[in-house]
C-alpha cells in the first residue's frame, strides 16, 4: 500500500506561480512512476506531468510545458510540481498518482494504483 497526500494548492491571480506537494508513504519502494492529473469542473481528469522515481525521467502535456516543472525529492518521498505562468484555464483539482507496476502509458489514468485526495487550484483572471 502507498498513501499519497497532496497539498499546496491556493487561490492566485493569472500568471502567478504555486508549488504542489506530493508526500508519499508505506511502501514507496514500489513506486516506478508519479505523476500529476487535473480535473476541472465538468471535465474529464487529465495528465499534467509525470516523473520516473529515480528522477532521470520525465514527461508533460503540451499545455504546460515551459510553464511547469515536475521534480522529486527522494529523502522526503515527496513529488513537487512547480507551476509559473498559471493561467484561469489551469484552474481545476489537481491529484497525485503512484504507479507500481512497471510499463503503461504515463498519460492514462487507469496505469496507476495509488490516488491522492486532491488539492484545489483557482487562477483568478
Known amino acids: 500500500q502507498v498513501q499519497l497526500v497532496e497539498s499546496g494548492g491556493g487561490l492566485v491571480q493569472a500568471g502567478g506561480s504555486l508549488r504542489l506537494s506530493c508526500a508519499a508513504s508505506?511502501?514507496?519502494?514500489?513506486?516506478?512512476?508519479m505523476a500529476w492529473f487535473r480535473q476541472a469542473p465538468g471535465k474529464e481528469r487529465e495528465f499534467v506531468a509525470g516523473?520516473?522515481?529515480?528522477?532521470?525521467?520525465?514527461y508533460y502535456a503540451e499545455s504546460v510545458k515551459g510553464r511547469f516543472t515536475i521534480s522529486r525529492d527522494r529523502a522526503k518521498n515527496t513529488v513537487y510540481l512547480q507551476m509559473n505562468g498559471l493561467r484561469p484555464e489551469d484552474t481545476a483539482l489537481y491529484h497525485c498518482?503512484?504507479?507500481?507496476?512497471?510499463?503503461?502509458?504515463?498519460?492514462?489514468?487507469?496505469?496507476?494504483?495509488?490516488w491522492g485526495q486532491g488539492t484545489q487550484v483557482t487562477v483568478s483572471s
Open positions: 498518482g503512484a504507479d507500481v507496476n512497471i510499463g503503461g502509458s504515463w498519460t492514462r489514468q487507469v496505469v496507476y494504483d495509488y
Open positions: 508505506g511502501r514507496t519502494g514500489s513506486i516506478y512512476i
Open positions: 516523473i520516473s522515481w529515480s528522477g532521470y525521467s520525465t
